[in-house]
């Protein structure tokens, strides 16, 4: 029985000489199939990380059988500029997703940041960062200090436990500014352009995204060393 979807690649690894088994990013979760011929075939331009794709399967007996792809959208111009923030939210996708479950609304999320992330890849990854924390139901308290408990008001500091008074806890120094930042993605369904008042300080709130997640994931995360090189 053949059946279709819709999905982001996350990975693609060898198989055999010119197979290759993909992972895909699908509003059921994360489905790895064997693509036949892919590094001969025409569909090999088809098969790169971040597409996204329609695409249909036999469902084998150990391994779903690709049988057709086409292509909706490659993501070009971003990946010419700034191809490692497709592979950052790719990578953390293929380390937080599972298979077989219901996962439209994260999906629905990426397509969204895919869809934005030409205008201001930075801010994009932060709201990927944060909103992605929400979905999986990791709230993330930017509103009071971690160590006292009282409203965050001025002078503060970061560290893996979260955001805190630098006299509480002498973490990396941050300013009102990236916490602002933090706190109107956190908030909002889109993408404000006019939150960003320089560009250290959206700097600053990338790298506290980035640590955030891998905090969550317990795990680093290889392309954001590439990401935070270019910034």
Known sequence: MSIF????????????EDDRII???????????????????????????????????IK??????????????????IKEKNPFYIFYICEVLS???R????????????LFVFSTIKDNPKLALIFFNIHLLNLEGSLINLEDCFVCKRKLEKDFSFS???????????????TGSTLHILREIYSS????????EDDGSLN?????????IENFLEHRINSKEYILKGI
């Open 5 to 16: 979807y819709e999905g982001i690649i996350l990975k693609v690894l060898y198989y055999r």
């Open 23 to 57: 992972k895909i990013f699908t509003r059921n979760g994360i489905i790895s199939v064997v693509g036949r011929s892919i590094k001969k075939g025409k569909r090999a331009n088809l098969i790169d990380i971040g597409n996204y794709i329609r695409f249909n399967i």
């Open 60 to 77: 084998g007996k150990k391994l779903n059988i690709l049988t057709s792809v086409t292509l909706i959208d490659s993501f070009y111009i």
């Open 95 to 97: 380390k937080i997703q």
């Open 99 to 110: 298979e077989g479950q219901d996962e439209s609304n994260i999906f629905e999320m990426v």
């Open 160 to 174: 893996t436990n979260g955001i805190s008074h630098i006299k509480c806890f002498r973490g990396d120094f941050i």
């Open 189 to 196: 369904d889109n993408l404000n352009m006019h939150i960003i």
């Open 204 to 212: 600053k709130a990338l790298l506290i995204s980035m640590l955030f």
